[in-house]
C-alpha cells in the first residue's frame, strides 16, 4: 500500500525540479482542504483518497505546468466526489482554478467509452471542445494516466472499458499534443488489460533478454560517448528498448514473431546545439554501418506535433540494427511533454489560458490537418469545434450537432419516432424548455409519450439541424395534409396579393395546366400541401409562376381593349379639349356626346367621326362601338380622352422687342386669337430711337403652346425678339 508520506515527498520534489516557482503555500493549503474533502473515501486499494490527487499533481507538476494546473489536479476530484461547490473553490483558489476543476469534472462526467469505432474521432473532438482550457486535458490526461497505473485494482470489466477509452482516446490526445512519453505509458499500460497474453509474451522475452539487452546497449553508448569526447562534444546519451505497445503494434502491422523482429532498441543523443545535432549524426555514420533510406530529419521538417529529432538507423558490429535519436535538450523536452512544455519554458511566469497560450494551441492543433496516415485522422484543434456540439443521451452515446441545436434536434437525431413523440425534454435531468440551447456534454433526455400529437410548426423555426427539419417537414407533409392545404393556401394567396396579382390560383384551361406543370405539381391543392408542411416557400411558388400570369392577364386586357385605341398612350399635350374632351391628331372640332351611353369624365372613351357633325364621343365598353374592328369604318375611329384636370391654363408674359409702327400691336393680338389662347393683356411702351416693347400677357396651357405661339409672334413684321417676361 502506498502512502501519503511517500507521494507528498514525491510531489514536493517534482515541483522543486520542475516549478521552482510556486506559490508552495496555497499548494498546501489545497493538499490539506483536498485531503479534508476525501476524509471518507479510499482507493480501491483501501489507501486514503489523497494519495490519487497528490499523484496527479506530480505528474502535472512533472509536465511543467503552473500552479493553478497543480491546484487543479490537487482538487480535481473534489465537486465530482464530495460536497465542493464551484464557488467554495473559487473563494479559496482563484476562478481559474475553478474553472479547472470544474472542466476536468465535466470530462469526468461525461462518458468517452464506446464500442463504436466511428464514434471515435467525435469523442476525442468532444474531449477538446469541452475543455476550453487546454490545460484541463492536461489535468484529465494526468488523472487517467495515474488511475491506469492503478487499474490492477479494478473489476475486470472496468479495466478493460477503462482501457479500451485509455487507447481509444487518452494515448491518441496525449500523441497528438506531443507528449510522447505519457503516450507511450498509457498504451503500455491499456494493452496490458485489453491482450494480456501479448502483452504478457513481449515483457516475458524483454525480460528474459534483459542482460543481454543490457550488455548490448552499453556497449553502443559506451561506443557513441567516447567517439564524442573525443570530439568535445558535450551529450548526454543513453539507449533504451522500444515501448512494449510500440512492439506490439510492429509486430501486429509487420505480422512478424518476437524473434524476427529487430529494431527495437533506441539511443538518444542529447547535445546542447543544432549544428550538433549535424556532427553527432557524422560521427554515427562514421562508428557504424548505416541502414540505407531509414535517415529522417525531423529538425528542418518538423513533424505536425512539433516533434523535432533527427533519426538514423545503423547496423553496429554485432549486427544488431538500432535506431539513433539526436536531439537539443529543449526538442527533448517538447518530445517528452509535448504541449506542456510550453508551460516548462514560460520560466518563473505563471502560465494562465491568455489569449498568447491559445494562440500557440491553436498553431499546433491546426498544423496537424497534414498529420500522416500513421497518426490519427483527421486534424484536432479547439476552435474548429465551433460549429458543432456534443451531447449524450442518457446511455452515454456521443451525439454531434449544429452549434445551437435544441432538444428538438437531438431527438430528431436519436430517432424520427422520438422526435414526433416528444412532449418535453430534460437536460442533465432537469426539465428544459425544447428550444433550449445545448452545450457541450449536455446530458439530455427527451420525454416523449403515445397520445403526443406529433410536431408543431414552430418547431421548423426552433431547430437547427437539417436533419431534424427534414423529419418535421417529412411528418408535416404525411399526417396533415388537409391541414398542410388550407395553410399553404393562405400563405400562397397571401403571396399573389403581395406581388400583385389576384389572389386566386388562375383557374383558367389553359393557364392552369400550364402553371402547375411549372411548378411539377398536379393540382392546385398539392401545392398547397407542400406549402404547408414547408416543402416549398410560397415565395418560391409564387416567383416562379408570377411572369406567366402577368402575360397572361395582359394579353385578357388588350383582349377587352380595342386594338387601335391605345387610351393608355402618354399624352399629348398641344390638342385643344372642346367640352373637356380632347381628340388625338384632331385640332379642336366639334365634339358631341353619343345618347347612346353619355360618358362622362373618367369614363373610357372611342371617338367616332360623324358625317357632318365632329366627333361623336361613346364610352369604350357601349355596345354600338362594339364593330369598331370593321375595316370598312376602322379610320373612322379616334383616340380621345378627356382633358386632364391639371392641364389648367397659366398666365405668361412675352415681352416684344420692336421696331415702332402702325398697326404693330394690332398684328400681335391677331396672332394670339387665331392661336386660340385667351389674351389678358396687351400693351405697348415707345423707347427713344424708334423702338418699342410690346408686353402681351396670356393664358397657356403647357410650354409647348407657349413656344409656337412665340414663334408665330416672332413672325410679325418688326418684331425682332422676344423674352419671357414676368407676369
Ligand atoms: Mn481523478
Known amino acids: 500500500m502506498e502512502t501519503f508520506e511517500e507521494h507528498y515527498a514525491s510531489l514536493h520534489t517534482a515541483l522543486e525540479q520542475h516549478l521552482p516557482g510556486a506559490d508552495m503555500a496555497l499548494i498546501e493549503k489545497a493538499i490539506r482542504y483536498a485531503d479534508d474533502k476525501h476524509r471518507s473515501q479510499l482507493r480501491k486499494d483501501g489507501s486514503p483518497y489523497i494519495i490519487h490527487p497528490l499523484a496527479v499533481a506530480q505528474i502535472v507538476a512533472e509536465m511543467g505546468l503552473d500552479t493553478d494546473s497543480v491546484l487543479g489536479a490537487l482538487l480535481h476530484d473534489c465537486i465530482e466526489d464530495t460536497d465542493t461547490s464551484h464557488e467554495e473553490i473559487e473563494r479559496l483558489f482563484g476562478t481559474t482554478v475553478a474553472e479547472l476543476v470544474e472542466g476536468v469534472t465535466k470530462l469526468t462526467r461525461a462518458n468517452f467509452s464506446t464500442s463504436e469505432q466511428e464514434q471515435m474521432e467525435n ?31 479494478q473489476t475486470p470489466e472496468k479495466q478493460i472499458s477503462k482501457s479500451r477509452e485509455t487507447m481509444d482516446v487518452y494515448a491518441p490526445l496525449a500523441h497528438r499534443l506531443g507528449m510522447q512519453r505519457i503516450k507511450m505509458e498509457l498504451d503500455d499500460l491499456a494493452l496490458k488489460y485489453l491482450d494480456p497474453d501479448d502483452y504478457q509474451k513481449i515483457t516475458d522475452h524483454l525480460n528474459a533478454q534483459k542482460e543481454q539487452d543490457e550488455a548490448f546497449m552499453r556497449s553502443i553508448q559506451a561506443q557513441i560517448t567516447e567517439r564524442l569526447a573525443s570530439v568535445g562534444i558535450h551529450n548526454t546519451t543513453y539507449g533504451r528498448i522500444k515501448h512494449v505497445y510500440s512492439i506490439y503494434h510492429k509486430m501486429q502491422v509487420q505480422g512478424k514473431s518476437l524473434d524476427e523482429l529487430y529494431d527495437i532498441y533506441a539511443f538518444r543523443v542529447i547535445v546542447d546545439t543544432i549544428p550538433d545535432c549535424y556532427n553527432v549524426l557524422g560521427h554515427i555514420h562514421d562508428l557504424f554501418n548505416l541502414v540505407p533510406g531509414r535517415f529522417k530529419d525531423y529538425i528542418s521538417t518538423p513533424k505536425p506535433n512539433m516533434y523535432q529529432s533527427l533519426h538514423t538507423t545503423v547496423i553496429g558490429r ?13 526538442m527533448h523536452q517538447t518530445a517528452e511533454y ?42 484536432l484543434k479547439i476552435d474548429m469545434f465551433d460549429d458543432e456540439v456534443f451531447v449524450f443521451t442518457p446511455k452515454g452515446r456521443v451525439v454531434s450537432l449544429p452549434t445551437g441545436s435544441t432538444p428538438i434536434d437531438f431527438a430528431y437525431a436519436i430517432h424520427s419516432g422520438v422526435g414526433n413523440a416528444m412532449i418535453g425534454a430534460k437536460i442533465n435531468n ?18 416523449t409519450s403515445k397520445s403526443a400529437k406529433g410536431p408543431s410548426r414552430d418547431w421548423l423555426n426552433i431547430c437547427r439541424s437539417n436533419q431534424a427539419r427534414t423529419k418535421i417537414k417529412q411528418w408535416f407533409k404525411k399526417e396533415k395534409r388537409e391541414e398542410n392545404i388550407v395553410h399553404g393556401r393562405s400563405s400562397f394567396e397571401a403571396e399573389m396579393r403581395r406581388a400583385g396579382l389576384p389572389p386566386a390560383a388562375p383557374s383558367d384551361d389553359e393557364l392552369s395546366p400550364k402553371l402547375l406543370k411549372k411548378l411539377s405539381f398536379d393540382s392546385w391543392d398539392d401545392l398547397y400541401a407542400a406549402i404547408g408542411y414547408g416543402g416549398l416557400t410560397a415565395t418560391k411558388a409564387v416567383g416562379r409562376i408570377r411572369d406567366d400570369i402577368t402575360r397572361a392577364l395582359r394579353q385578357k386586357e388588350e383582349e377587352r381593349t380595342p386594338k387601335p385605341l391605345r387610351v393608355e398612350e402618354p399624352v399629348r399635350l398641344n390638342r385643344h379639349a372642346v367640352n373637356g374632351v380632347i381628340v388625338e391628331d384632331i385640332d379642336s372640332c366639334m365634339i358631341k356626346f353619343a345618347k347612346c351611353c353619355t360618358p362622362v369624365p373618367g369614363d373610357a372613351i372611342v371617338g367616332f367621326i360623324t358625317k357632318g357633325f365632329g ?52 398684328d400681335v393680338a391677331t396672332v394670339i386669337s387665331t392661336a386660340h389662347v385667351h389674351l389678358k393683356e396687351l400693351n405697348a411702351k415707345d423707347l ?15 410650354v409647348g403652346e407657349l413656344e409656337s405661339i412665340r414663334a408665330k409672334l416672332l413672325n410679325i413684321r418688326d418684331v425682332m425678339g422676344s423674352r419671357r417676361g414676368q407676369n
Not at 554485432?318 to 529543449?330: A, L, N, S, Y
Not at 425544447?434 to 433526455?445: F, H, M, P, S, Y
Not at 369598331?628 to 398666365?651: G, K, S
Open 615 to 666: 366627333v361623336s364621343v361613346h364610352r369604350a365598353d357601349c355596345p354600338n362601338t362594339a364593330h369598331r374592328d370593321d375595316p370598312a369604318q376602322a379610320a373612322r375611329w379616334v383616340r380621345v380622352r378627356w382633358a386632364n384636370l391639371d392641364e389648367q391654363p397659366f398666365d405668361t408674359t412675352l415681352e416684344l422687342d420692336c421696331i415702332t409702327r402702325d398697326g404693330l400691336v394690332l
Open 430 to 447: 432537469r426539465i428544459a424548455n425544447i428550444d433550449a440551447k445545448l452545450t457541450n456534454g449536455d446530458i439530455v433526455e427527451i420525454l
Open 688 to 702: 427713344p430711337g424708334n423702338k418699342s416693347i410690346v408686353t402681351v400677357r396670356f393664358e397657356v396651357k403647357n
Open 338 to 379: 509535448g504541449i506542456a512544455a510550453h508551460w516548462k519554458y514560460k520560466q518563473g511566469g505563471q502560465g494562465s489560458g491568455d489569449e498568447k497560450d491559445f494562440e500557440w494551441v491553436r498553431r499546433l492543433l491546426e498544423s496537424q490537418q497534414d498529420t500522416d496516415a500513421e497518426d490519427y485522422v483527421e486534424s
Open 123 to 153: 469523442l476525442r473532438k468532444m474531449f477538446m471542445a469541452m475543455s476550453k482550457d487546454i490545460r484541463v486535458v492536461l489535468i484529465k490526461i494526468a488523472d487517467r494516466l495515474h488511475n491506469q497505473r492503478t487499474m490492477q485494482y
Open 318 to 330: 554485432q549486427g544488431i540494427p538500432f535506431e539513433v535519436q539526436i536531439r537539443t535538450w529543449e
